[in-house]
């Protein structure tokens, strides 16, 4: 099976993964996500570990099988718009998909759809999935961790 990286690029692959991780995981988390807040912790208390190494995997192997899909939709809605720039879309958004012509809301919805149902068949839920979404926008020490079990992940295709 070719790699995700192998079958839309021929840049470098470390810079593909990157840009595929991070288009990917911020594009597919504003596709599926729910209003999430953070609770506040006591500045005297210890905060626990955000995510664990189970989550990670389960992150890293959601966003790897979302990817095709999205790039898949993200084409298949820049055709029927042409030339325009494609809207942000946003699945629970109603304004953002409603804002699509017909046939773009159809595959807009679809892949909306299938994303989270991979993210929960990969052993997460929706605010899982979201909340290290976040937490990836302003933790560098998780951002290492998931794009170095992104990189594990396609060097070892079976551990899928």
Not at 36 to 42: D, E, G, R
Not at 110 to 135: A, H, M, P, W
């Amino acid at each position: 099976m070719k790699k995700i990286s192998d079958l839309f690029f021929r840049s470098s692959r470390k810079r593909i993964l990157w840009q595929s991780f991070f288009f990917g995981a911020i594009a597919s988390a504003s596709l599926i996500s729910n209003s999430f807040l953070l609770s506040s912790k006591a500045d005297a208390q210890t905060p626990a570990p955000i995510v664990n190494n189970t989550e990670i995997n389960s992150y890293a192997q959601a966003v790897l099988a979302m990817e095709p899909a999205r790039q898949n939709a993200f084409e298949e809605i820049k055709k029927l718009i042409g030339n325009g720039e494609i809207p942000k879309i946003v699945c629970n958004d109603s304004d953002s998909i409603n804002g699509l012509p017909r046939k773009a809301q159809d595959i807009a919805v679809n892949y909306c759809t299938r994303s989270q149902k991979i993210v929960e068949d990969n052993g997460l839920s929706i605010d899982q999935f979201n909340k290290i979404t976040i937490e990836l926008q302003n933790n560098n020490m998780l951002k290492r961790q998931v794009y170095n079990t992104l990189l594990r992940l396609q060097q070892t295709p079976d551990s899928r």
